[in-house]
């Protein structure tokens, strides 16, 4: 496979790595960098996804704007159409590998649905809980809370090509109650480890209902999910 070696850069992810070693690729120097973007994600170093909050506000920000320029007025039908063809994807796209670390940046995100939820003239005197609930729409923070779970599923079903163990430790003791595919607890004690994918996911994971894995289908589980509603953390507590 050919690599361009002129588009490759190095990230020292933490302190403890040795930043001064210097690599190469077919004779030529690969230069260190703070922050590279992977499949539309940035990472820095520090792993926080900043610049990444950074510029999904930025985009959705942009677009909310080119909204108010080209339509007058939205109805509820209209708006909804809109919204979640054009903004809410840029907000939730790789969400479960940005997902926000932070009080501060999950408030950056949820705000921009605050201000969307107001272009609808008569609800834009509510109370953001009220105009969710009068749209039909969930909070950001209860959807990303659920796309790790859904997420979570497709691999553990084998939905996804990934290797189950990668992510996962499975508590097989006799003592296991609910259901059969328990997590072990994460026993990260710093701050990016407690806010890593397999620590958000362990604890919701595991207090399911047995029913809820009664099927391979994701539709179906998607279903079932709805029905043992499911509660994310409050959204409220984090702005």
């Known amino acids: 496979m050919f690599v361009n070696e002129n588009k490759c850069r190095v990230v020292h992810y933490f302190s403890k790595v040795e930043q001064s070693y210097q690599y ?11 922050n590279v973007r992977d499949l539309g994600v940035h990472f820095d170093s520090s792993l926080r996804f900043d610049k990444h909050v950074s510029e999904v506000t930025r985009k959705a920000n942009y677009q909310l704007l080119c909204l108010r320029r080209n339509f007058r007025k939205f109805n509820l ?36 649905q605050q201000r969307a939820t107001k272009l609808v003239p008569y609800l834009k005197h509510l109370p953001y809980e009220n105009r969710l609930h009068r749209l039909g729409l969930s909070s950001l923070q209860f959807r990303r809370d659920r796309a790790d779970i859904i997420n979570t599923f497709r691999i553990i079903k084998g939905i996804d090509n990934i290797s189950t163990s990668q992510f996962f430790t499975f508590n097989d003791t006799n ?5 059969p595919h328990k997590l072990y607890p994460s026993l990260s004690k710093r701050k990016i480890g407690q806010h890593s994918f397999y620590s958000r996911v362990w604890k919701p994971w595991n207090d399911l209902p047995p029913k809820t894995f009664l099927t391979d289908d994701i539709n179906r589980f998607k279903t079932k999910l709805a029905e043992t509603n499911f509660q994310s953390k409050s959204f409220l507590n984090n702005l």
């Not at 003592?175 to 259901?179: F, K």
């Open 24 to 34: 190469h690729l077919a004779g030529h120097s690969i230069l260190p960098v703070e």
């Open 77 to 112: 039908r209209s708006f909804i159409a809109i919204y979640k063809s054009t903004v809410r994807p840029i907000l939730e796209y790789n969400s479960s590998v940005w997902y926000p670390l932070n009080k501060n940046d999950r408030a950056r995100v949820e705000k921009i």
């Open 175 to 179: 003592r296991t109650r609910y259901h």
